[in-house]
């Protein structure tokens, strides 16, 4: 019977340089693999103004990201390249958003 928290991790070869897919509980993955993947929806999630679309984006990212919890030291060196998007999000937000705007949008929070 298989564990419903097996998944299917990609690994490259680091000697052959090519990927292989194994399944199982408890596989170490050495590197963020799905780093570009995640980096794209969240510039896809900042560019998002649709309640819905930005729920199918936020489970995308959460579902890469569970993979992760238990080696979340993976992540670590990723992190700014992670946060860079929201980052410039917010200050084009800042920039070019008008006070009036800001302070109606933050008091409807």
């Known amino acids: 019977m298989a564990d419903e928290r097996e998944v299917e991790i990609q690994i490259i ?3 052959e340089g090519k990927e292989t897919e194994t399944e199982g509980v408890g596989h170490v993955q050495s590197f963020f693999v799905e780093k570009d993947q995640v980096v794209a929806s969240i510039i896809r999630l900042c560019g998002s103004s649709l309640p819905f679309e930005r729920e199918t984006i936020l489970g995308e990212i959460t ?3 569970l993979k992760y919890q238990e080696q979340a030291h993976l992540l670590g060196p990723h992190i700014e390249d992670l946060m860079r998007p929201v980052n410039d999000a917010l200050v084009y937000f800042a920039i070019s958003t ?3 705007e800001k302070v109606e949008l933050f008091a409807r929070l």
């Open 63 to 65: 579902k890469i990201l």
């Open 98 to 100: 008008p006070v009036h």
């Open 13 to 15: 070869d680091e000697d």
